[in-house]
């Protein structure tokens, strides 16, 4: 059990001990978790991150193509058990970085889970040369194409889903107008 509440109510102060601050890896993942937050088929969730020097080139989650329906409001179009309406969240972080004219040779990607064969392949094409996932993927080759084109692979534990993002305990922050909160109706 997780005891961030006591932690809240031992007072004020910014206890940067509270929390462990999360490493490159954790903290890259977590992004990759977020961006799944907006994935539109009900099937799978999934978020990519390509990074490079620590920098963050482009994201991906699973959706449709813009400005066509989602999964979440005509259902799931599925082909030999597979929902193929959206793009994969490496595949629409490729795009991205296509669209924006950013060059991800040598990066990495971290993914909330092991590709996909057809994103695995799209991955090492691009110039992938590490992928990091937490969880894994059925009926995927992903393994066996990252080895045989020299992709390095890291599993790691799943990494926090807590965002440690406590606004009344920072000593600078100014909560006074804060109507985002209980505003909803
Ligand atoms: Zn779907
Ligand atoms: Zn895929």
């Not at 990074?51 to 082909?79: E, F, I, W």
């Not at 993927?137 to 406590?166: C, D, G, W």
């Not at 606004?167 to 922050?173: D, H, I, K, R």
């Amino acid at each position: 059990m997780d005891n961030h509440e006591s932690h809240i109510s031992e007072g004020k102060k910014n206890d940067c001990t509270a929390h462990p601050r999360p490493s490159w890896e954790e903290y890259f993942l977590k992004l990759a978790m977020l961006a799944s937050e907006r994935a539109t088929c009900p099937r799978m969730h999934c978020g990519c991150v390509l990074v490079k020097d620590r920098y963050v080139l482009a994201t991906g989650y699973n959706g449709s193509l813009p400005g066509a329906a989602h999964c979440t409001q005509v259902g799931c179009l599925v082909v030999d058990g597979h929902c193929v309406r959206t793009n994969h969240a490496e595949i629409n972080a490729l795009c991205q970085a296509a669209r924006h004219g950013v060059s991800i040779e040598g990066a990495q990607a971290y993914i909330t889970n092991m590709p996909c064969t057809s994103c695995a392949k799209a991955l090492i094409a691009a110039g992938i040369r590490r992928v990091v996932v937490f969880s894994g993927y059925h009926n995927t080759m992903a393994e066996e194409f990252f080895s045989e084109s020299n992709v390095a692979l890291a599993r790691l534990p799943k990494p926090s889903q807590y965002i440690n993002y406590e606004l009344e305990s920072y000593t600078s922050a100014d909560t006074s107008g804060d109507e985002s909160s209980d505003a909803t109706p």
